[in-house]
């Protein structure tokens, strides 16, 4: 062999080395990060829920039914108001007005449904 052959067969080897090295380094840290992702849910799934957790899906049931109470009061008042008028109607102009005294019994009925 030359010398010049001898100094391509060693910058072919080094850069063989190289890519090895970078191969070898590159599936470790692969490897590593499977097993630490593999830990990482077993521990995840293996703890019990935080307690904000449980605070917001508490919430989020509370807004449900908080929801569901404020649709039906509505409905509620919007038919104490239609009966009001039709009464209002069938009535003279003067009792065509909403009286105070409904409207704090209509208050009284909201106030009273929104406390738990």
Known sequence: ???KDLEEKIERDKI???GAGVCFF???IFVLWLFNFNSF???EAALPESKEDSQFLETLSDLGELKD???GDLEEIKAE???LQE???K???TENKLKEEDIEVLKEKIENNRKP
């Open 1 to 3: 062999m030359s010398g």
């Open 16 to 18: 063989f080395l190289l």
């Open 26 to 28: 590159m599936s470790l």
């Open 41 to 43: 849910w077993g521990n």
């Open 69 to 71: 109470q404020v649709g």
């Open 81 to 83: 108001i239609r009966k």
């Open 87 to 89: 009464q209002g109607e």
């Open 91 to 93: 009535g003279t102009t």
